[in-house]
């Protein structure tokens, strides 16, 4: 009974691109949420103090998360446990699990203590406050979500594994109606760390959601020690990961360290635009890099290299594809898309046009970032482990590098020639531009090296990548023209003092923008559009009161 229930509502999806378009609308739905939870942010504390300690206090426990929780990285064990049966899967999961406790617990306790002392290191600007005993307090609690998560990224390994898709989109959204819980209801009560505590409620949330699948499939960890055999191989191909990961947090922590020295609310609006630029990466270059790595793992482990190419260009064509349009139509609704999700109570005009200049700046560097999604999980397909540490070394002295260098005082004419181009002249804070503007520099950077490395399993990646830049820039042109033009007619109609007539402009030229895309993807006659409308047709289809089980495409190897 158990499996036929969890059978019926998270039917495995073999097909990628069926997959990969299903996890965009349920991650639609996560991210929906999380907009929700900015939204409820913005308006109680506004780009201010309260919220720069909030977003500042995340650094470290990510960081834990990916030095210490993904030692044992889901990335290694999904090719593992593709080949093995049920008892194998079982004791890798229990000396994983395990491990992760011991390491991860020490680390925790070690920062616990320790915190003052950190946080005064990395925020000397935050030292000052009057809420700093709180802000102590809520980055001591936030040490519990890395060892949960951790957990849960090793359980997420078998729900990918078994394609149950929905189960992966469905996690975020626990995790943030978590941190809305807090926001609302405990924050009121115990201040910040009421925060804190919400989100490892969300935390706890976002584990136990695979917890069925693993007592379904049998293999629901225990208890064991590690065993050297067994773990040795999973550490040496999990500590490069760890390490890339750990990388790219230290890479965002120090840029965070450089903001909170900018002034008041600069590390609130550079993670609001973050956020807002997250929603798009989920959407198109998280769905496709994680409906893809079971394959790319699966094509390379019975030496399929022509099948293994097939699916990395397909799913990066259409990255590159929609991350471009996507860059158009953001540029055009920028200010609408703040307005719409942040502007409300204490969130001002001045943080609403700081916050959408920032979004611009990201979002040409989505491409990068969608890319890097999928390009990294190649070459740990391919047991190329240790590429993406160095490539993520390279990447953090070339971005923190150039932060270092654009705000210093002889780059006052970058300075100006953002604050024009992006409309921000005389607005407080635009210096955060320039962080923005370091970061999308170090991964396109990034992403370059991960191409270039590419070469070796999948020749001629990049030859197969320049049709759709092509396609792509044609239809973002003109559909960003088609809704600015549309922005433009429906301005002198209704005035924008409401956040239904916002909405309303925003939505008409949106739908506006997006069909012109699509005319012109039509006229192009663009296969990825093309696939894109079959893909979506077939997902659509329904037996038996469920989504159908599709078989995998041409270019998609045969699931055992």
């Given amino acids: 009974m158990p499996r036929r229930i969890l059978d019926r509502i998270t039917a495995p999806i ?30 109680t504390f506004g780009a201010g103090q309260i919220l720069d300690l909030y977003y500042a206090s995340f650094r ?6 990916a030095l210490v929780s993904l030692l044992v990285s889901a990335y290694v064990i999904i090719p593992r446990i593709s080949g093995m049966d049920k008892e194998e899967t ?20 070690f920062l616990c203590i320790f915190m003052p002392q950190f946080l005064a290191l990395l925020y000397p600007n935050f030292v000052a406050s009057p809420y700093h005993e709180s802000f102590v307090l809520l980055s001591r609690i936030l040490l519990i979500q890395p060892i949960l998560l951790g957990i849960s990224s090793i359980f997420l390994s078998v729900t990918q594994v078994q394609r149950r898709f929905v189960l992966v989109a469905i996690s975020p959204v626990l995790y943030n109606l ?24 969300g935390a706890v949330a976002y584990l136990a959601v695979h917890i069925p699948v693993l007592r379904v499939s049998g293999v629901m960890p225990s208890f064991k020690m590690p065993t050297l055999a067994l773990m040795g191989p999973v550490f040496r191909n999990s500590i490069p990961r760890s390490l890339a990961l750990g990388m790219n947090s230290v890479t965002i922590l120090v840029l965070i360290s450089i903001a909170s020295r900018l002034g008041t609310g600069e590390v609130s609006v ?3 635009a973050s956020n807002l630029e997250a929603v798009l990466l989920a959407l198109i270059g998280s ?86 999604l999928l390009f990294s999980r190649a070459l740990y397909a391919a047991r190329q482990s240790w590429r993406p540490l160095l490539y993520q070394v390279a990447t953090f002295i070339v971005t923190t590098s150039l932060a270092f260098f654009f705000i210093s005082s002889h780059n006052e004419w970058l300075q100006k020639t953002l604050d024009v181009l992006l409309r921000v002249s005389g607005v407080p804070g635009t210096p955060i531009l320039l962080i923005a ?40 042109i003109f559909g960003g023209a088609a809704a600015y033009g549309s922005l433009f007619i429906l301005g002198g109609i209704a005035p924008l003092t409401t956040l239904s007539a916002v909405f309303t402009q925003a939505f008409v030229a949106f739908v506006v923008g997006s069909s012109i895309s699509a005319l012109a993807l039509y006229l192009l006659k663009n296969e990825e559009f093309i696939g894109m409308v079959n893909a979506v047709d077939k997902l659509l289809r329904k037996r038996s009161g469920r989504i159908e089980v599709l078989a995998p495409s041409a270019e998609e190897p045969l699931q055992s």
Wanted: proline share 3%.
């Fill in 14 to 43: 073999r097909g990628l691109h069926q997959a990969a378009y299903l996890l965009a609308v349920l991650t639609l739905a996560s991210q929906f949420l999380a907009l929700a939870r900015d939204r409820i942010f913005a308006h």
């Fill in 60 to 65: 470290i426990p990510d960081l834990v998360f």
């Fill in 90 to 109: 079982k004791k890798l999961l229990s000396e994983s699990v395990t491990f992760l406790l011991f390491a991860g617990g020490v680390i925790c306790v």
């Fill in 178 to 201: 978590g941190i809305i819980i807090g926001t609302v209801f405990l924050y009121p009560i115990y201040g910040l760390p009421g925060i804190g505590i919400g989100v490892v409620i």
């Fill in 270 to 272: 550079f993670t609001f």
């Fill in 287 to 372: 769905s496709y890099a994680v409906a893809a790595f079971p394959a790319l793992s699966e094509a390379l482990a019975v030496d399929k290299r022509k099948e293994f190419f097939e699916i990395l260009s397909s799913s990066a064509r259409n990255i590159i594809l929609w991350s471009i349009i996507a860059l158009g139509l953001t540029a055009v609704l920028r200010a609408h898309i703040v307005r719409i999700v942040l502007g409300s109570g204490a969130f001002n005009w001045d943080a609403t046009r700081l916050t959408a200049a920032i979004l611009v700046i990201l979002a040409v560097g989505l491409v990068g970032d969608a890319l890097e």
């Fill in 437 to 476: 503007l370091a970061n999308i520099i170090g991964q396109f950077f990034l992403v370059s090296l991960s191409l270039i490395a590419l070469r070796s399993v999948a020749p001629g990646l990049s030859r197969s990548l320049v049709r759709p830049v092509i396609h792509g820039s044609l239809a973002a």
